[in-house]
């Protein structure tokens, strides 16, 4: 039988609306536990990503001890009253508004981590450019990311972090890159805009600003003109 290449017209929805809908989340969280089998889902959507020389960089580290997640919200707590320094006046004051991770409130935190140095793929595509191994860890992140947006589950990257006090936290070996702290679990609802556009930090870009054509700067195809 032919395999079929196609998706229907609700499944290619499907594939959107997880686009469109997935939201960065740090409110919202319930404390609902996640159950196992959906949690193995999601590990294994990031799992199925795209890796440079199939060297699966990745790994992910689940974290629902509350007390290791005390310590790591010490950590962010420390690190964002660092960032804050970087503000002033009005910007500082809705910096201060923010909610920026929700490292207590979701049960399950998650880290991914990326290994330069695994044999897996033998090298190829790295030579070039040994970036290619965290670019594919955060391939890893999105799967990951919109996996759990279809299973109505919300993530918050946090990033606000002193990342070797990090390693240190969770025993993550010094050799590895430590790629993305998340904040998992079941929200009661998923905004409709980025948190950072609803508090009026940043907007959207409009697409036909950051799309070129053939040459850098260039805004429009030249399809309208040859047609
Ligand atoms: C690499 C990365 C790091 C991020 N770090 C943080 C963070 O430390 N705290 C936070 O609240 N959001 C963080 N975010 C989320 C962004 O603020 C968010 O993606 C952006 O505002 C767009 O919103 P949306 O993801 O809901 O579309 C991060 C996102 C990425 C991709």
Known sequence: ???????????????YRAIYERRDVRSHFLPDRVPDDVLHRILDAAHHAPSVGFMQPWDFLVIRDAEIRRSVHRNFECASRRAA??????????????KLAGILEAPINLCVTCDHARLKGGGLGRQTDPAVALYSTVCAVQNLWLAARAESLGVGWVSILDLEQLKTTLGVPAELTL????CIGYVSEFRPHPDLEEKGWETRSDLASVTHFDRWGVHHSGEQDRK
Do not use: I
């Open 179 to 182: 790629v993305a702290y998340l």
């Open 85 to 98: 320094e970087a503000y002033r006046d009005e910007q500082r004051k809705l910096y201060d508004s923010l």
């Open 1 to 15: 039988m032919p395999q079929d290449n196609h998706f229907s017209d609700e499944e290619r929805r499907g594939v």
